[in-house]
């Protein structure tokens, strides 16, 4: 864990969700947001992502705009995690990658692919590889809300303003925006004008980059604007996957459940997901609560199934983050 001093505070509270959208200059905005002029902003800035706590301070990739397809995948292992690990870390579409305490599936990663075949042959494969019991992949049916923020003040994880996630979103060349030019503002540099890089790359101005953030914002190509933090490195040492069984078996009530948890603010992610087997796993509702304690974690969790009420729910902890440090 790094220390904080309260000045490292405000700045990473208002880099995270306070970050302008609209101007060529956010970090300016940001210092004096803050009290501090751009120079100690900036050196700030530069030193917390040299440490690890700052992760990049940009914007999320829609996924989809970009033809893919996502899954959650859970392998029963054992005691191979590591060579699992191994195999399933050198490939740069794979961005989560977690030892959780399940008693059965112990391993979690998230992996990307063009079509659902492609990633139950590399999940077939992979596991083949590194002699895994069994395995179930979670589709993604619909994100419904990703915003990663945590709240240093409350020690436990809060959206920010942009969660909304488009399930359709247009590519960025059928809008006429360069392919390249989102992956460019992903992590943008920590300088005065962040977006400078990126017009220079693709022959616009600074301006035109910040008026296509805002068309991008607005299709749901791109989402939540500002800092990314390694949260344990802040101080979230734990991270709960919490998983919901719908009480009943329709789309509607599977949709409802997911609908209701994406209605607190503490939840990160929340996807509804679609399990392949069907009979592998029935909570298919599932977000992320990140937080100081536990305790904090099964708050979440209880008042999550008190308001919901779902048939079944459970809290799978991070025991170690199998691909530390991946900028997602």
Not at 169 to 177: A, C, K, Q, T
Not at 223 to 250: H, I, K, Q, Y
Not at 294 to 315: G, N, T
């Amino acid at each position: 864990m790094t220390r904080l001093d309260s000045r490292d505070v405000d700045l990473l509270m208002a880099l995270q969700y306070e970050f302008p959208t609209d101007t060529t200059q956010p970090l300016d905005w940001v210092a004096g947001r803050v009290g501090m002029n751009l120079q100690e902003a900036l050196e700030r800035a530069r030193r917390l992502n040299r440490e690890g706590v700052l992760k990049r301070v940009g914007y999320y990739y829609n996924y989809r705009a970009r033809g893919k397809v996502a899954a959650l995948v859970a392998y029963a292992v054992g005691s191979r995690y590591r060579e699992l690990a191994r195999i399933v870390n050198r490939d740069p579409m794979v961005t989560h990658n977690f030892l959780r305490n399940h008693p059965y599936y112990n391993v979690w990663i998230v992996v990307k692919r063009s079509t659902r075949e492609e990633i139950i042959s590399y999940v077939e494969e992979t596991a083949r590889k590194a002699g895994a019991k069994d395995w179930v992949i979670l589709f993604s049916r619909r994100t419904l809300k990703l915003s990663v923020k945590y709240d240093l003040h409350e020690g436990i994880s809060r959206a920010g303003k942009y969660t909304w996630v488009n399930p359709n979103p247009p590519r960025p060349e059928d809008l006429g925006i360069p392919k390249t030019l989102p992956h460019s503002l992903r992590a943008l540099p920590l300088e005065e004008r962040p977006y400078m890089s990126a017009a220079r790359k693709h022959n616009m101005t600074e301006e035109d980059v910040v008026a296509l953030v805002g068309e991008m914002l607005e299709k749901g190509i791109l989402g939540d604007p500002g800092a990314a933090l390694e949260g344990r490195l802040a101080g979230f040492t734990e991270n709960g996957m919490v998983v919901m069984e719908p009480t009943g078996c329709s789309d509607e009530d599977e949709l409802e459940l997911c609908s209701c948890a994406a209605k607190f603010p503490y939840s990160t992610h929340v996807v509804w997901r679609e399990a392949y087997p069907r009979d592998r796993w029935r909570h298919i509702c599932y977000f992320m609560v990140h937080a100081t304690t536990r305790e904090r974690i099964e708050q979440a969790r209880l008042q999550a199934q008190e308001v919901c009420r779902p048939k079944d729910a459970m809290v799978l902890y991070s025991l170690e983050d199998l691909k530390p440090h991946t900028v997602r």
